[in-house]
């Protein structure tokens, strides 16, 4: 199975901060590599798909980039609604795996 | 617009089974696979296994694959999962998510949580 490894597990930022987040797959994914935000008792949302690729509806705020086995998501200016937990996730092959997750909190 | 809707809550004992629904609408249902996708309190995400919409083909994690089992009826556009032989540490919501062009998980479902305690 490919491991997704996040880091960091948890930070803490301020309003107005930029933020980056990782994501190392085990091995090489391509850009089979999504991320998902999630607030606690809510369902997962799709921020970013293959990589790069801004869903929908999404805040520009929000990007990815990576291929490979090295991705990361960056939220420019951080806002109050963006506090939450972020995962990701690849689909190269199965089982898909997600990473542990990144909770960002208020500093 | 994209929907799924799951049904409610379940309360199992110790080695009792469980069977959940994920009903989809606003889409062709035969277009897309649906994914199981668990958390447990506290936890994060653990990827269960994805069944085709088309077709009714199944991958499962090596984990539940003794024990689990995902079915659809296109009739009514409604994925089912079922998890038999229930343990203590299977209390988790249960989310169904619709695959997407690139098997992302582009729609979810609200979950289900899933209880199991003697």
């Known amino acids: 199975d490919i491991q997704m490894t996040q880091s960091p597990s948890s930070l803490s930022a301020s309003v107005g901060d930029r933020v980056t987040i990782t994501c190392r797959a085990s091995q090489s994914i391509s850009g089979y590599l999504h991320w998902y935000q999630q607030k606690p008792g809510k369902a997962p949302k799709l921020l970013i798909y293959t990589a790069s690729n801004l869903q929908s509806g999404v805040p520009s705020r929000f990007s990815g980039s990576g291929s490979g086995t090295d991705f990361t998501l960056t939220i420019s200016s951080l806002q109050p609604e963006d506090f939450a937990t972020y995962y990701c996730?690849?689909?190269?092959?199965?089982?898909?795996?997600f990473g542990q997750g990144t909770k960002v909190e208020i500093k | 617009q994209v929907q799924l809707v799951q049904s409610g809550a379940e309360v199992k004992k110790p080695g009792a089974s469980v069977k959940v629904s994920c009903k989809a609408s606003g889409y062709i249902f035969t277009n897309n696979g649906i994914n199981w996708v668990r958390q447990a309190p506290g936890q994060g995400l653990e990827w269960m296994g994805r069944?085709?919409?088309?077709?009714?083909?199944?991958n499962y994690a090596q984990k539940f694959q003794a024990r689990l089992t995902m079915t659809t009826d296109t009739s009514t556009s409604t994925a089912h999962m079922e998890l038999r032989s229930l343990r203590s540490d299977d209390t988790a919501v249960y989310y169904c998510a619709r695959d997407h062009d690139s098997s992302d998980l582009d729609y979810w479902g609200q979950g289900i949580l899933v209880t199991v305690s003697s």
């Open positions: 996730q690849q689909s190269y092959n199965m089982p898909r795996t």
């Open positions: 069944i085709s919409g088309y077709n009714g083909n199944t």
